[in-house]
């Protein structure tokens, strides 16, 4: 090999390695940028009339017992009757349901009566003792009984409640 090419490699080498110093701590040290979370719905009104779909409502399911993946096991069953799987995560609380429990400040809400006719035996509500994720809530206890797989996808609304609609981008 020829000198000048020995001093041509040399110097490349000392290039990269000189670009290495400066731009490695400045990739160790950045911040990330800040993206704004896309809305993967519309948020609508549906009025006393209208019909409440399943499809509508994001469920966030938090295991309240020992046993490993309950959670997430329910949400694959609540997403089979057509529900929109939202966060799911071990129960950090103190509450102690026994089969399930909605965390609720309104048992009459359709949005919630709709989800409690999903479980087989009997529904608890509650009110959340730590913070909660946007979507219906539940905790499953040690004693769940299961989804109902022929339970009603949908209800009839008798006053005013807010949903969350799917949206699809096509572009």
């Given at each position: 090999m020829s000198k000048t090419k020995e001093r041509g490699i040399l110097v490349g080498?000392?290039?990269l390695f000189l670009g290495a110093l400066v731009a490695g701590?400045?990739?160790l040290?950045?911040?990330?940028e800040v993206q704004e979370p896309e809305d993967f719905c519309e948020?609508?009104?549906?009025q006393a009339g209208d019909s409440l779909n399943t499809n509508f409502l994001i469920v966030n399911?938090?295991?309240a017992s020992k046993k490993s993946g309950q959670a997430n096991r329910v949400r694959i069953n609540l997403e089979r009757n057509g529900f929109l799987g939202g966060f799911?995560?071990?129960?950090p609380g103190?509450?102690?349901?026994?089969n399930v429990m909605i965390l609720t400040q309104n048992k009459e809400d359709p949005k919630v009566q709709l989800l409690a006719k999903q479980f087989k035996g009997t529904v608890e509500y509650g009110q959340a003792d730590f913070e909660t994720k946007d979507g219906l809530n539940i905790l499953v206890g040690p004693k769940f009984k299961g989804v109902d797989g022929k339970a009603p996808t949908s209800t009839e609304?008798?006053?005013?409640?807010?949903?969350?609609v799917p949206t699809i981008d096509l572009s």
């Open positions: 080498a000392f290039v701590p400045m990739m040290f950045a911040q990330p948020r609508r009104t549906l399911v938090y295991n799911v995560d071990n129960y103190e509450l102690e349901p026994n609304v008798k006053v005013p409640v807010q949903v969350c």
